[in-house]
């Protein structure tokens, strides 16, 4: 399966990637992608946005008439109004998380970008997040995006993951192997 073809499957895609081409087609690429940005930190900020999204208690209309008025006092752009509004008619709100995962990885795949997802056990420094996206850049022939967490659990060493590929080279990673050999043998 293509890369493309997992990032449209389901609702959230499908969603996605009308919106995608809507504003492909106007050439409002980075508005739509900035207000949706707008509404993801709205999703992760706000326990109430999140329960209005998820809950499926509130009836159709409400839903629709609170997400109209939110999206009017974030000033969303018409593109993304209308598709919350299509979405909270059809009851698939709950889908809005991932319909805004899902149009960021049809816009960076667009641009010929890729996000790799680090965790690290502290927050990297500037020249080796360089030499990290550099690498990563060589070896998969595009640009990176970099999505860093730290977790302070793995002692040292980083995770990576590139789509469905992912690398771990934590210490916290090591030990476990290490321990579950040492069961193995005793």
Do not use: H
């Not at 949706?36 to 009836?59: F, G, K, M, N, V």
């Not at 709100?93 to 795949?109: C, D, Q, R």
Request: hydrophobic content about 45%.
């Amino acid at each position: 399966m293509s890369a493309t073809a997992s990032l449209t499957s389901g609702a959230a895609g499908r969603y996605a990637t009308a919106l995608f081409e809507i504003a492909a087609e106007s050439k409002r690429l980075k508005p739509v992608e900035a207000d949706l940005d707008t509404l993801a930190a709205a999703l992760a900020e706000s326990s109430d946005l999140r329960d209005l999204t998820q809950s499926p208690i509130y009836p159709r209309d409400q839903q629709g008439a609170a997400m109209a008025a939110i999206c009017t006092k974030m000033e969303l752009g018409a593109e993304v109004s209308s598709t919350v509004a299509l979405m909270a008619s059809n009851r698939r709100l709950p889908e809005l998380g991932a319909t805004i995962a899902a149009f960021k990885a049809l816009a960076a795949e667009a641009r010929g970008e890729i996000t790799a997802d680090v965790t690290a056990a502290s927050k990297l420094s500037a020249e080796q997040r360089k030499a990290l996206s550099a690498t990563l850049a060589e070896s998969l022939g595009k640009k990176i995006t970099m999505n860093e967490t730290v977790d302070p659990s793995l002692i040292g060493g980083l995770i990576v993951k590139v789509g469905s590929v992912m690398v771990d080279t934590s210490i916290k990673s090591k030990l476990s192997q290490l321990q579950n050999a040492m069961k193995e043998v005793g």
